[in-house]
């Protein structure tokens, strides 16, 4: 997504700067082209010397720097997008006035780009009725603000907004920024991910090998494309994506009840997750002891959450299933694109090495009710999920 992309990372002087290192080195990581702006504060901070290592450019801290004044008034016309991290209530102060006394705020006061504010300051700074007016604004010209987060600062312990949002948070942002336009934007897209459990006793489950991260990918890239993502996730191990609502379950029934309840306003619905198909049929209220010899304990069927929650759909929705195969995967999975009644199901065989759960990479094919198939290589999760929702695109246009 970053790659190929300039992005300009102006830094004004909080003790937050020493996130914008990390920030400035994830989006590098990530292939973009970083030119950093400091003003004279931000450099007492953290040198110029240490951005230029992260990124691998020279940075930009005076006016009157060699080169300064042409770049002052070019970077913020040729960048695709403008990171002001973190943007302290003196920069945004000064950037609500027009000013333009220091290579940042005339960076800032030429650019044409779309420009996205990451405040930190004190929480009292934060609250002054002046900050929120420079803040309100700055919004209504079109700069998008994110954060100040709540939680500590510098100065002790906070329960109101000042800290600076993490940079994994800001870059999600920009990146969200960066893919207007897309026909996700302003849709409600409803993921689930993961897998059930479904309880004997207290202390055992039966569950099987999904990891999530399908679902969770699929989930960060849909809000990325400017949508509002619904994450309804089964139990695992991995970090909420940014601006996504999570909502977590256990059983598949109580996944059922969820998706049960998302879908009357869902545009979307992709269905990733891994229900347990079979249940205990008693649930032992204490722990079960070990006994001698074999233990057979009955299971019952659980519901086709995809089948038994067709009433509750929108009939303009368009339905994403997946099919996990072991052997035959794409006629079996036309078989339940039919069964299922979904628009679009993607298919992989999980036999096939670096496919299917627990690994960071799939290989799919994406089916289409129309009778269309489109084959995705061997990708990352994330890949494979720019590709599922480029499918999903296709339909809505
Ligand atoms: N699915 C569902 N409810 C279930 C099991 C699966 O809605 N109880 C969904 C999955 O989220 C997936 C699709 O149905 O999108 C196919 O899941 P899969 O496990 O491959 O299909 P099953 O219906 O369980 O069929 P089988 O196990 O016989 O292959």
């Known amino acids: 997504m970053w790659s190929g992309r300039h992005v300009v990372l102006g830094v004004s002087g909080g003790i937050a700067c020493y996130k914008s290192c990390y920030l400035a080195r994830h989006l590098t990581e990530a292939g973009a082209r970083v030119d950093v702006v400091l003003t004279r504060s931000a450099a007492e901070f953290v040198r110029p010397v240490t951005f230029e290592a992260l990124t691998g450019r020279p940075v930009m801290a005076s006016l009157w720097d060699r080169d300064a004044a042409l770049s002052h008034v070019r970077w913020g016309q040729q960048a695709d997008v403008v990171i002001v991290a973190p943007a302290t209530a003196h920069l945004i102060a000064r950037m609500a006035q027009g000013l333009a006394d220091d290579a940042l705020t005339s960076v800032l006061l030429a650019a044409t780009a779309p420009v996205l504010l990451a405040p930190a300051m004190n929480d009292e700074m934060f609250a002054h009725p002046q900050t929120q007016v420079n803040l309100a604004l700055l919004e209504r010209r079109g700069v998008t603000v994110v954060g100040p987060a709540i939680g500590p600062l510098a100065e002790g312990p906070s329960s109101r907004p000042g800290r600076m949002s993490e940079p994994a948070a800001i870059a999600a942002h920009a990146a969200r920024l960066l893919r207007r336009g897309s026909r996700l934007e302003g849709k409600r897209v409803v ?109 019952e069927p659980t519901a086709d959450i995809l089948r038994a929650t067709r009433d509750a759909r929108r009939a303009e929705s368009i339905i994403v299933g997946f099919a996990l195969e072991t052997g035959d ?49 061997l990708g990352t999760k994330r890949e494979v999920a720019e590709a599922i929702l480029d499918a999903v695109e296709a339909r809505l246009g």
């Open 191 to 299: 993921v689930t991910a993961g897998p059930t459990r479904e309880a004997i006793d207290p202390v055992r489950v039966v569950t099987n090998r999904s990891s999530g991260k399908m679902g969770y990918r699929l989930a960060e890239v849909a809000w990325e494309r400017g949508a509002d993502v619904q994450l309804i996730s089964g139990p695992v191990m991995l970090e909420p994506p940014v601006g996504v609502q999570v909502t977590r379950i256990d059983s598949t029934a109580e996944l059922e009840q969820a998706v049960r309840e998302a879908l009357p306003a869902a545009d979307i619905l992709v269905m990733a997750a891994a229900p347990a198909d079979y249940r205990p049929r008693e649930f032992s209220a204490s722990k079960r002891s070990r006994i001698d010899g074999a233990l057979a304990i009955p299971f």
């Open 329 to 377: 995967a794409l006629a079996k999975g036309r078989q339940k694109l039919e069964r299922k009644e979904l628009d679009l199901i993607v298919v992989n065989d999980a036999l096939e090495p670096g496919a299917g759960t627990e690994v960071d990479t799939n290989r799919v094919a994406i089916l289409g009710r129309d009778g269309s198939s489109t084959i995705v290589p």
